[in-house]
Structure formats: structure tokens, C-alpha cells
């Protein structure tokens, strides 16, 4: 077992934002605020909306109300607030005011500024545009956009006026954002024309008009223009004129808008704010409904109290705004006056260290990234890391997949410089938030999530629905929280199957976890990818942790296929490090690791050299889609994948026998 790599300095635990919490709520430390936390659940999330500083226009007079069961609890009763207030206009009375509080940065070289008031002044004059589109509460408007200030504009707009926003990764095929759009029934569709990866033009505005013949419901086609020039004008229409009759342009858009103020609009705590859908790639995507009190709540507890982020803090995530940690980043990051660093492009271009040329250009002091995101920088080594200057760092984050350990020791020492905590945070866009989350003062083991998220009353537990320790089993959470989804969009008995039905009044989360003798939490991948070998069930994570542990894998998938004796046999597919070259003799050697780490039953029925993996757009490696080409059978959409070209490198069956 890993001894702990990351023990706080004691300046760093004075200034930590969490000790106002320790003195609010008399605990001694992380632990007793935690285990305070989760037993005075009324207490604790009553009031750490003042603690915070929320504002309201009238508050609440009861913390939660759960008489109609838990899956259904209702939070800040009678309380009236706009998420859209407390990220922004309440900013503009301080000396934050004129602050920087947004960057956008593309692989193409530009690169834009805006301050508090600025962005302000934007997000009224769009919020009066969609008012004047005849957008009002509580109707949806969706985002088809790369990761840009418009799109950060656009969201804070909608939810200004009580509409509903809902953000779509721009990759995704046209189906696919014609799924959403006709599940939402969306009023207005932005989106780009288009957007660059590696120099490329990709485009964005045909999908969009694409899925749009298949949705009666969208009035509006906003359309931002990303890229400029004759090409621009060609794909957008003659000499750049509307296509459609819904069309219009961005800059078009605003300016048409009637003149004066748009005050964020008072609605109930509960009311939506946002509607997240699941990637899709495991059957039809989830709505999930989250709450303007809800939502903030939750998100500016983490970004505050786990990440301490402050105003002079300069936080960027490895993002897009169609995954949850997306709007996740910007509303934690606006709420706590920081300034928050956005980039639409690829990591390695126009050269292999864009990304971090990125952290050392922005000064950033929060950056967030995943395991397989890491992984695929460690393919190149070193030597780019080390000529970059990431003084200013101070706290590293991550989320999405487990870590194996030699990728976070690499991350901890080679990008943080041994002295910056990686806040590992492990929760899921059903609850906009985490139900691990360490805080800046635990101290930390390789690859550990600390604890329970603090308010958050989760588990491990056995198939028997008994608490374990030591061994892998279910994450539960056994109280609700203000985040978790206000069900599934115009799908309430899907949600109760999704989350709740396992256990009564238990929601479980669809996670393999672990708690070990030290009280460290780990994360041991998504219950449905776990493998059942001879009647043992292990996750993926282990087994691939075993594989990159040797030092001559960069990643790794392990899939289940059949198997007459075992049930299930265990098949690893790996891309190797530069430097080694796929031989009989390399699979035997990783396949003797694995069985000297998990044992003689986890022995790889085979090793599979591929160039590279499947993954999303946030770098989760797609092991479903892996199996299915391996074992010949559809893999379905692949509008979310990143890399579909990937799947080409993973051999069919019958050739891999060959």
C-alpha cells in the first residue's frame, strides 16, 4: 500500500478558505468537519449558503423537506435567488469590478479579455436578445459551441432571465444534438460556424442545420462566427447570408436587442437552471435538472473550500462546455471573484507544449486535467514540462477516471513540483459536483481522493447493502443533497431506476470504490465496467494501473469478453511507450505484472498492442467501444468520441487470434 505523498505546509493551512468553516462550525480538522458535516446535514447546508456569502432576494425559511421521500427532496424552501446574481452582479459593487475575470485563448492565437463589468454588459445585452426572441422563464436554450467567451456569455444570459440552459459538446453528430434538442423541446440553438483542431477547419454550423430539420421546437439559430474569411462565407451561406429563415448572426443578434438594463430575474431555489445530458455512450442520454440554488451551492462549496480558490486566482480546466466540469469551472470560478482561463484547440498544436505553454503563459495557479489527458503528455516525455515556468501553481486537479499511480506521481512531481496537492474529485454531472472531494489540508496518498465531499453522507458498501472496508464495493450516498438532479428531464421513472433502486431510499452512484486502512478514499472505476472473473469481481483501473505501473505503458483498457471456464476472460489492449515495440516476449512480461500485483485468476487472456485508445472529448477512455470492435459488434454512435480513427489500430477478433 502507497505510504502518503503530499503533506500540507503549515502557511498553506492558516490561509486555507476551509478554516473559516472549521471556526464556524467549532471543528478541530478536516476529519471532525466532515463527520459534522454529514451528521448535522440541516445545520451544515443551512448555513453554508451565508458562509459563503450567497445572495438572495428573499431567503429561505426551511433547509430541505424530503415528506415526499428522499429521491424528491425539496431544498431552501421559499428562498428566491438568480445563480446568475451571485457569479456576477454582485462583483460589480466591489473592487472587482474591473478585474479580469474571463480569458479566452484558441490554438489559433487569439486570445480575449474580459472583466467583470464588461462581461456584464454582454450578458445583458444577450439576456435583451433572448427576451426579445420571445425566450422566457423556464423555456431552454441550447449552446452548440466550442469553448469560447460567447458560449460563457450565452449561459449566463439564459439563466439571467430563469431560462433553462443546456449546453452540447460541439463534436457531437447531428443526431446526436438532435436527441437533445427534441428531448428539451429548446427554444433557441446557438452555435458556431466553425472551429480549428491541429490547423484543420472543423465544421460546426452544417450539424447544427442538420439536426435542426428534425426539431419543430427551436424558433432561433444564433450563429457565432468562430472563423472569418471567404471559407467562412461559403460555409455560412451566399456571400455569408442566412441559410434558413431561423438563422441569424451573433453580432446581429445582440445589436438588435432593445436598449436598458436586464436585472437577473428573482425565481424559487429550486427552479432550473441547467439541463446536462450524459454523453449517450451507454444507450440514450439523461437530462439531468439542475437548480439555481442547488447548482451554486454545491459548486461554489467545491471550487471554494477544496480548490481555496480566491480572486487573485487564475483557474483553467481541460474542459469542454458540454461536460459538466465546463460550466462547473466557470461558475465556481466567477462566484469567487477569480479570473477563469478557457481554450478551444488540441494540446499539441501548433506545437506539442500548447498546453503547457498555456499554464506558464497565463500564470495559471489552478489547473485541472485528467489521468488519460496526463498519460497522453507523458508519451513525449519530460523535457516540455521542465522548461516551463509553473511557479505559480499551487493546487492541481482532476476528475473522470481513476489515476494509476505512476501518472500521478509523474503529474505530482513534474507539473506541481512536489508541492502542490492533487484535489482529486470524483462526483458525476447527475449532482453537478463530487461525493469525494479532498480539501487542500489532507494529507494525501498517491492517487486518493481524500474523503466525503463535505455535506455529503456517502459509503462503501457491500452487494448485501452492508458497509465494507479494505475491499471494493459500491458507492452509496445515503442523504440527499441540494445538487443531485431534480430527476431526469420528462423521464421520472427513469430516474428512480437510474439512481435509487437498488437500495430504497439509497442513491447509488454507479461506482466501484475503496477505503483503506489510512481512511484514504479511491475510486476503482464504474460498477458497469466491472469485470466478474471466476466469480471475483475487479475493475478495469486495476488492471490497467498494474500495466502502466511497469513504466513501458503510456495506457491501457481492459475489457471482459467470454470465456468457457472463467465466464469471463480478461483481454488488455495497450499503447506502449515510445522507445518499445510490441513483441511476444512484452506481452508475456505485462501479463506476469498484472499477476504479480491482482494474482494468478486476473492473468490477461491476452495483450493487445494498439496505437492509440478511443476516448471523449474529456480524454475517458470508451472501453465499451473497444470491446464491441473487438468482439465484431456495433459500436454505435461515435459522435463523442474524439479519436474515432482510433478503433481502426484494435484488431477484430478472429485477427487478433491470428
Same mark, same amino acid.
Given at each position: ?30 476529519? *471532525?468537519?466532515? %463527520? ?29 423537506? %424530503? ?135 472543423? *465544421? ?47 453580432? @446581429? ?56 480558490? &480566491?480572486?487573485e486566482d487564475r483557474f483553467f ?44 503563459? @497565463?500564470?495559471? /495557479? ?105 475491499? +471494493? ?11 443531485m438532479t431534480r430527476g431526469l ?12 433502486? &437498488?437500495w430504497p431510499e439509497v442513491w ?21 465496467? /466491472?469485470? !466478474? ?25 481492459? +475489457?471482459? +469478453?467470454?470465456?468457457?471456464? !472463467?465466464? /469471463? ?22 501479463? *506476469? ?66
Amino acid at each position: 500500500m502507497s505510504s502518503f505523498a503530499y503533506h500540507p505546509r503549515a502557511d498553506w493551512i492558516e490561509r486555507a478558505n476551509v478554516q473559516r468553516l472549521l471556526a464556524r462550525f467549532e471543528q478541530a480538522g478536516p476529519d *471532525e468537519l466532515r %463527520a459534522f458535516a454529514a451528521a448535522h446535514q440541516e445545520r451544515f447546508w443551512g448555513e453554508l449558503p451565508e458562509a459563503m456569502g450567497v445572495r438572495w432576494s428573499r431567503p429561505f425559511h426551511t433547509v430541505r423537506d %424530503a415528506s415526499e421521500g428522499k429521491p424528491w427532496t425539496r431544498w431552501y424552501l421559499g428562498g428566491r435567488l438568480n445563480l446568475v446574481d451571485n457569479v456576477l452582479d454582485r462583483h460589480l459593487d466591489s473592487e472587482l469590478a474591473d478585474r479580469v475575470c474571463l480569458v479566452g485563448r484558441t490554438e489559433r492565437g487569439d486570445r480575449r479579455e474580459l472583466s467583470f463589468r464588461e462581461l456584464h454588459e454582454l450578458v445583458e445585452r444577450c439576456a435583451a436578445a433572448l427576451l426579445d426572441a420571445g425566450v422566457g422563464a423556464g423555456d431552454r436554450v441550447a449552446s452548440y459551441m466550442p469553448m469560447t467567451v460567447e458560449v460563457v456569455v450565452q449561459m449566463l444570459a439564459t439563466m439571467r432571465i430563469g431560462a433553462i440552459f443546456i449546453p452540447v459538446f460541439s463534436g457531437y453528430a447531428p443526431a446526436a444534438l438532435a436527441e437533445r434538442l427534441q428531448s428539451s423541446t429548446a427554444k433557441v440553438l446557438f452555435a458556431a460556424d466553425a472551429t480549428t483542431r491541429r490547423g484543420k477547419r472543423v *465544421e460546426i454550423l452544417p450539424a447544427a442545420r442538420q439536426a435542426l430539420a428534425e426539431c419543430d421546437s427551436v424558433e432561433r439559430l444564433v450563429v457565432v462566427r468562430e472563423l472569418q474569411g471567404d471559407e467562412d462565407a461559403a460555409a455560412t451561406g451566399d456571400g455569408g447570408s442566412a441559410h434558413t429563415a431561423l438563422e441569424v448572426g451573433w453580432a @446581429e443578434f445582440l445589436g438588435g436587442a432593445p436598449d436598458g438594463p436586464v436585472p437577473p430575474r428573482s425565481v424559487a431555489a429550486m427552479d432550473p437552471a441547467l439541463i446536462l445530458f450524459t454523453s449517450g455512450t451507454t444507450g440514450r442520454p439523461k437530462g439531468t435538472v439542475h437548480s439555481h440554488a442547488g447548482s451554486l451551492v454545491q459548486i461554489a462549496k467545491e471550487v471554494g473550500y477544496c480548490f481555496d480558490m &480566491k480572486p487573485e486566482d487564475r483557474f483553467f480546466w481541460l474542459t469542454d462546455i458540454g461536460w459538466m466540469m465546463g460550466p462547473w469551472t466557470i461558475l465556481g470560478g466567477l462566484f469567487w471573484g477569480a479570473t477563469v482561463v478557457l481554450y478551444d484547440g488540441a494540446l499539441d498544436h501548433p506545437r506539442r507544449d500548447a498546453l503547457w505553454r498555456l499554464v506558464d503563459e @497565463e500564470r495559471i /495557479t489552478v489547473f485541472g486535467i485528467s489521468p488519460t489527458a496526463v498519460r497522453m503528455q507523458m508519451k513525449v516525455g519530460r523535457e516540455d514540462v521542465a522548461r516551463r515556468d509553473f511557479s505559480a501553481l499551487r493546487i492541481l486537479g482532476s476528475t473522470g477516471e481513476p489515476w494509476d499511480e505512476e501518472s500521478w506521481r509523474w503529474t505530482f512531481e513534474n507539473v506541481g513540483g512536489g508541492r502542490c496537492p492533487i484535489i482529486n474529485i470524483s462526483g458525476g454531472t447527475d449532482i453537478i459536483g463530487c461525493f469525494l472531494a479532498p480539501l487542500p489540508l489532507d494529507p494525501l496518498k498517491p492517487c486518493s481522493l481524500g474523503g466525503p465531499g463535505l455535506g455529503m453522507a456517502v459509503d462503501v458498501w457491500s452487494e448485501e447493502g452492508e458497509p465494507v472496508r479494505g475491499e +471494493v464495493g459500491y458507492l452509496v450516498c445515503t442523504e440527499p443533497a441540494p445538487s443531485m438532479t431534480r430527476g431526469l428531464w420528462r423521464d421520472p421513472e427513469r430516474y428512480i431506476a437510474s439512481y435509487w433502486s &437498488k437500495w430504497p431510499e439509497v442513491w447509488n452512484h454507479g461506482d466501484w470504490a475503496r477505503i483503506d486502512e489510512d481512511g484514504q478514499w479511491f475510486i476503482q472505476g464504474r460498477s458497469d465496467d /466491472t469485470l !466478474k472473473v471466476a466469480g471475483r469481481r475487479i475493475g478495469p483501473s486495476e488492471l490497467e494501473g498494474a500495466l502502466t505501473a511497469t513504466g513501458k505503458v503510456t495506457e491501457a483498457a481492459a +475489457v471482459g +469478453v467470454p470465456h468457457d471456464v !472463467k465466464g /469471463t476472460g480478461i483481454v488488455c489492449f495497450v499503447v506502449l511507450k515510445p522507445g518499445f515495440e510490441p513483441s511476444d516476449d512484452l506481452a508475456s512480461e505485462l501479463s *506476469e505484472a498484472v499477476v504479480d500485483r491482482l494474482g494468478k485468476v486476473d492473468r490477461p487472456e491476452r495483450i493487445v498492442f494498439v496505437g492509440d485508445l478511443p476516448k471523449t472529448r474529456s480524454a475517458k477512455i470508451l472501453r465499451r467501444m473497444v470491446r464491441a470492435r473487438y468482439l465484431g459488434e456495433p459500436v454505435g454512435d461515435l459522435s463523442s468520441v474524439q479519436n474515432p480513427e482510433a478503433l481502426e489500430t484494435i484488431p477484430a477478433l478472429d485477427a487478433a487470434d491470428a
